[in-house]
């Protein structure tokens, strides 16, 4: 770990989901696609939960990882629809987030949030976490 205040990706590609070389064709996602992005706060500071909208209530598998993108925990509520500059700007307040979605984790890897190479493909959709330090 380095000593700066950068992003560090707690994402643990071990289990069978495998890192992928690019965020996919859908990283150019534009300004105005369509995130829900929720803000709780912990005992460890904010946590953000970002996902494209469309794949809410949604489950991933590959081998024996699996993601379910839960309406009690990216939507509900709480939950705000967000475009791209929303969910940059939520991401640096936040002191933890997940992002599940090709099209916002295509966003956080273009701001330079999240490094490419951490991001998890599940079944078919991206998967990242952030860990500011």
């Known amino acids: 770990m380095s000593d700066d205040a950068g992003p560090a990706d707690a994402t643990d590609p071990a289990g069978g989901a495998e890192p992928t070389d690019s965020p996919g064709a859908d990283a150019d996602a534009a300004p105005d696609a369509d995130f829900l992005l929720t803000r709780r706060e912990t005992p460890e500071g904010t ?11 949604e489950s991933f598998e590959d081998g024996p990882v699996s993601l379910e993108v ?7 509520d709480d939950a705000e629809p967000a475009d791209a ?3 940059i700007e939520g991401l640096y307040d ?6 599940v979605g090709a099209d916002c984790v295509g966003v956080a890897v273009d ?5 490419e190479e951490r ?4 079944g078919g ?9």
């Open 47 to 57: 946590l953000v939960a970002v996902c494209d909208a469309d794949v809410l209530g």
């Open 111 to 115: 701001a330079g949030i999240i490094d």
């Open 70 to 76: 839960e309406e009690t925990f990216y939507g509900g």
């Open 125 to 133: 959709t991206l998967h990242a976490q952030l860990l500011w330090l």
């Open 85 to 87: 500059d929303a969910v």
């Open 119 to 122: 991001v998890l493909d599940v």
């Open 94 to 99: 936040a002191d933890t987030a997940n992002l």
